[in-house]
């Protein structure tokens, strides 16, 4: 239990969080005392509607995102209460004001967060609107709120300023141990590998999102003097474990055709099952140590585990003859040059952890990483490129604009307490996508009916101001850390919190629950009828998107791996952004499939075919994967003309998948005919067979090396013909219905 709490608060969410509490609780505490609650709550909110902008990047962007949003939620509020007498002024202003600050969100992750800060400030500034002086001194609170929480995380960050990305390093080594485990549950005799499959590809878009929090984060804070070889240190454990999940993914074994070639030896599946569990309970217990700063000591001698496997295949080959073992053997060696890779990387991610930090250790790793980051600049042009009704964030822009102005009418035409709760509860609610909306929609109900009767039966008992406060701060800080762990338990929180401040102020405590509930479940229904009704987003709509980025993404990745395999030498910056490019839109399409599933069922169309693709495109991958591990890591051979044309019939498979998805199916490529394609498929045969004639005789192990090339090689083309094959076949299909 003890370990669970520390384990809690130690966790990214709650540092956060405590970041807000301390911003918001200190001005209300310190203006309080000298008789001024009102401004102290006034700074509070500033430090409220900034802190959505803290979010993960380098010092110098968090800086200058933290002081953007600060100045400009002061900006708005300003704005808001000087107009707001002129009625024929202020309601287009409101209008426009709503709109402009939704379509902020097409400037990414930073934008979306400055943009929902700028709302929740509209939202409620109609909860206390001013005349005269009292206008600018309001304002100018809320900027010294801003301000005072931007000094609070510089502090939290300057204190720990790696802990962050160590949390995030340890998470990310977490996700790839369950990652590497799913992959040993698939050795399991009669395992359900399409549910395994499908839990690899939910995983794979959590890694992603992880991978790029841990980007923005290390690559542009990589030139930090004061922590620069802790940065590098962190660099070369993330490169470390995208080359551990690449290994993991390039590694597709037949595990059907391997239990049934080792059904009479089943001691060999198990001796490798076992190795691969090693490599992720040693990935697991490396995080452990990260997230409590322990020392690491190795719980598992993974070199053994390989001794053993070796032990095993050599028993293998003895038991049944050199000859008649061949096949099996080379099987099994695949499988244990695979292990070893893996070991070899692990070990670089234990020698980082448990060795002093050397500069010389980490030269050069931080070279050309700057091109994995998206650049940070916010033209005007993104702005007007995407007022049009062919944007997601057009579209929701308007419909968030409509929902807010009918909300704002009902609130002021019927008799509810307090029309910016409204406002709130459809902002907070009302997401681009359905699936996010209606959950979100329920959760919050629940969470506010939940918590304002916990907060009631509380004050029913306890009257005392102090408890009260203390509840309240305690309240703040739980609603704040569930935020992205639990939206329900936040929503509880931060209800408790608001009544229990008006506890403190008002006394018809039961008057406000009801009210307080009423705006909810008002918000609540307008933010779901409006993602219904107002340009709904459907994500049938945005799957061919996502289907072409995959596939093009894929295409290029095929594309380099070809240019490497032809040309040698060093492996591109272009290589590895194709790789980076491939994983991340495979895990879009995956994320796409996940919120069709969520829509009403009228909208799931072809919903089996996007998953389909979506498994299609993540084998097309891992195939991609295997044939670019091996030719990074062995020495092979010159490729041939037949290899080229298979890499070439396979790009011209995949351009034809696209195609279709455009609705140009009379503009397709010519592939190469299936007999001409066999007839290449038979000289890269008689390449091999040559190959292996000519380097038997006089070396053993050059022998085994390259049939083991050309036997990889020739599979994983076959697998590439196939998978592109199926993937316009498919494509076709949803374009037919």
Not at 120 to 128: M, N
Not at 491 to 498: E, G, K, L, Q, S
Not at 581 to 600: C, D, H, K, T, W
Not at 697 to 703: G, W
Request: hydrophobic residues 45%; charged residues 15%; contains cysteine.
């Amino acid at each position: 239990m003890i370990n669970k709490i520390r384990k809690f608060i130690d966790s990214t969410y709650f540092t956060n969080a405590m970041k807000v509490t301390i911003a918001a609780v200190i001005p209300v505490v310190v203006f309080s005392f000298l008789g001024h609650f009102a401004m102290g709550f006034t700074m509070a909110l500033g430090a409220f509607f900034t802190y959505p902008s803290d979010i993960p990047s380098s010092l110098k962007h968090k800086i200058n995102g933290i002081l953007v949003t600060a100045f400009l939620v002061a900006g708005i509020n300003l704005v808001v209460n000087l107009i707001h007498p002129y009625s024929w002024v202020f309601y287009p202003f409101l209008i426009l004001l709503i709109f402009l600050l939704s379509m902020i969100s097409v400037y990414g992750h930073r934008g979306t967060m400055i943009s929902f800060s700028g709302l929740v400030t509209v939202s409620l500034s109609f909860s206390s609107l001013n005349t005269g002086w009292a206008i600018l001194e309001h304002a100018g609170l809320i900027l010294a709120g801003g301000l005072f929480y931007l000094t609070v995380s510089l502090l939290f960050y300057y204190i720990r300023p790696n802990r962050y990305v160590e949390l995030q390093i340890a998470e990310c080594i977490k996700l790839t141990a369950k990652y590497l485990k799913l992959r040993g549950d698939l050795w399991t005799l009669n395992s359900d590998k399409k549910v395994i499959i499908e839990k690899q590809l939910h995983l794979q878009v959590e890694l992603n999102s992880i991978h790029q929090n841990i980007r923005e984060v290390l690559i542009n804070g990589s030139n930090n003097t004061a922590s620069s070889n802790q940065n590098r240190k962190m660099l070369l454990v993330f490169i470390s474990l995208v080359e551990i999940l690449e290994l993991a993914l390039s590694t597709a074994f037949d595990h059907d055709k391997l239990n049934s070639k080792f059904d009479n030896h089943p001691r060999v599946l198990f001796t490798y099952q076992s190795l691969a569990y090693h490599l992720a309970a040693s990935l697991k217990k490396i995080s452990k140590s990260v997230k409590k700063r322990n020392n690491y000591v190795s719980k598992h001698n993974l070199l053994k585990d390989l001794n053993a496997l070796q032990s095993t295949i050599d028993n293998y080959e003895n038991d049944l003859g050199k000859i008649a073992a061949s096949e099996g053997v080379f099987m099994l060696t695949t499988m244990l040059n695979y292990a070893e890779k893996q070991v070899e990387k692990i070990k670089i991610i234990e020698k980082a952890f448990t060795l002093p930090a050397n500069s010389e250790d980490f030269k050069g790793i931080g070279k050309d990483l700057e091109k994995f980051l998206t650049p940070q600049y916010y033209p005007l042009s993104t702005l007007t490129e995407n007022l049009s009704f062919s944007s997601n964030i057009f579209r929701h822009s308007l419909r968030l604009t409509i929902t807010l102005i009918i909300g704002f009418l009902i609130g002021i035409s019927f008799p509810f307490q307090n029309v910016y709760w409204i406002l709130l509860t459809v902002i907070v609610i009302l997401r681009p996508t359905y699936g996010l909306t209606k959950e979100r929609s329920f959760q919050r109900i629940i969470g506010t009916v939940l918590g304002g009767l916990i907060a009631f039966g509380i004050l029913y008992f306890i009257k005392d101001n102090i408890t009260i406060s203390i509840f309240s701060i305690i309240c703040i800080l739980l609603g704040f850390t569930f935020t992205q762990i639990n939206y329900k338990v936040s929503a509880t929180f931060v209800t408790m919190y608001v009544v229990f401040i008006y506890g403190i102020l008002t006394p018809n405590i039961s008057d406000l629950v009801q009210y307080r509930i009423l705006d909810t479940v008002v918000g609540a229904i307008l933010a779901f009828l409006a993602n219904h009704f107002l340009w709904p987003s459907w994500e049938f709509l945005n799957v061919p998107n996502h289907l072409e980025k995959s596939i093009r993404a894929n295409q290029n990745y095929l594309k380099e791996i070809a240019a490497f395999y032809n040309k040698k030498g060093i492996v591109p910056i272009s290589y590895r952004l194709a790789r980076k490019n491939a994983f991340i839109e495979v895990g879009n399409l995956m994320s796409s499939y996940q919120r069709m599933s969520q829509e009403p069922k009228s909208k799931q169309k072809q919903l089996p075919q996007v998953y389909q693709l979506a498994v299609l495109n993540h084998s097309l991958l891992s195939s991609l994967a295997s044939l670019g591990t091996y030719t990074q890591s062995n020495a092979t051979t010159t490729a041939s003309e037949a290899f080229n044309v298979v890499v070439d019939t396979v790009v011209k498979n995949l351009e034809n998948a696209v195609l279709l998805l455009k609705g140009n199916d009379c503009c397709f490529e010519e592939n190469t005919p299936k007999e001409e394609l066999a007839m290449h498929f038979t000289s890269l045969k008689k390449i091999q067979e040559k190959e292996l004639k000519k380097g038997f005789p006089a070396d053993e192990e050059a022998f085994q090396l390259k049939m083991q090339e050309a036997q990889l090689v020739i599979e994983q083309l076959i697998w590439l013909i196939n998978l592109s094959e199926n993937i316009a076949k498919t494509t076709k299909i949803i374009k037919s219905i």
